[in-house]
Nanobody
């Protein structure tokens, strides 16, 4: 079994900051990419940012320069530092990880989601 547990969502005013964290646990052999998607009401889920095990990062254009993704490979964690938040960043944020388990093919696993609301 594999679990991804997210933390750090909440309510923040425009211009504020939040830090999301996600920890993967369970029978993990290795993790390739980890990252964050988000889904606003009535919208499709979209990639926010991801990071490979080697540290290569990828960001949505809408968050470049404001969000920073990082990971700790030893702890199987990924963090999203979100600065200068805007109302349009309001969404449920989902952590994902591409994980290889012993005896199983590599697959994507998802967290349950954490709400981020940016409002005055």
């Amino acid at each position: 079994q594999v679990q991804l547990v997210e933390s750090g969502g909440g309510l923040v005013q425009p211009g504020g900051s939040l830090r999301l964290s996600c920890e993967a646990s369970g029978s993990i052999v290795s993790i390739n990419a980890m990252g964050w998607y988000r889904q606003a009401p009535g919208a499709q889920r979209e990639l926010v940012a991801d990071i490979t095990s080697g540290g290569s990062t990828n960001y949505a254009d809408s968050v470049k320069g404001r969000f920073t993704i990082s990971r700790d490979n030893a702890k199987n964690t990924v963090t999203l530092q979100m600065n200068n938040l805007k109302p349009e960043d309001t969404a449920v944020y989902y952590c994902y990880a591409h994980i290889r388990r012993r005896w199983y093919p590599a697959a994507e696993y998802w967290g349950q989601g954490t709400q981020v609301t940016v409002s005055s």
